[in-house]
């Protein structure tokens, strides 16, 4: 049994959810987000301002998916609703970041500079050596992140790299001299 997939899920004023054929939309103050699911395996009713979700079968695959399109239909109502939001922080010396029209262009160090064209969807700022992505669509927001992040991940010695705000990045201690 899913834990989350049991829950009902309340829809917020000024939201409006819609199902047709396999399609969910949501439509919210801050735009709207579409995704596609399985309704051959999971049944999703919405019944004054509450969804309900139900697997069909009782396979394993039927419920894993029951919890994942919970959760998946509840990321996209806070969605529309408030921004997500993540940081980075790029530290090293001489590594630095900056938003030039579409792309997001760094120096890290490379003989060349990191250029990432930056998804419509999403707002990057770059400041310093922070970076801050936002935009409605959790999924979009924690994958480009992550792709970011993996330019120039955070090295144990001295903690260079690009790493999350909140991350802790555990050092090691150098090689001793006699």
């Known amino acids: 049994m899913s834990r989350i997939g049991k829950q009902q899920i309340e829809i917020p004023e000024k939201t409006e959810v819609t199902?047709?054929?396999?399609e969910l939309l949501v439509r919210g103050p801050l735009g709207e987000l579409k995704k596609n699911f399985k309704p051959e395996v999971v049944k999703v009713e919405i019944k004054d301002r509450i969804i309900?979700?139900?697997?069909?079968e009782e396979t394993p695959f039927s419920k894993?998916?029951?919890g994942t399109t919970a959760s998946h239909i509840i990321n996209m109502i806070k969605g529309v609703n408030e921004v997500y939001q993540k940081k980075l922080i790029?530290?090293?010396?001489g590594f630095k970041s900056e938003v030039k029209g579409d792309k997001l262009v760094m120096s890290l160090g490379f003989s060349h500079l990191v250029e990432i064209d930056i998804p419509k969807e999403l707002t990057v700022t770059?400041?310093?050596n922070n970076i801050t992505v936002s935009g409605i669509n959790k999924e979009l927001v924690g994958q480009w992140t992550a792709m970011v992040r993996?330019?120039?991940k955070p090295e144990p010695y001295k903690g260079k790299g690009i790493r999350y705000k909140?991350?802790?990045v555990r050092r090691k201690q150098g090689k001793k001299s006699v």
Do not use: Q, R
């Open 166 to 168: 909140d991350e802790v």
């Open 64 to 66: 894993a998916l029951w």
């Open 90 to 93: 790029v530290e090293g010396v």
């Open 19 to 22: 199902i047709t054929g396999d």
């Open 150 to 152: 993996s330019k120039k």
């Open 126 to 128: 770059a400041e310093k």
């Open 52 to 56: 309900s979700l139900a697997p069909l």
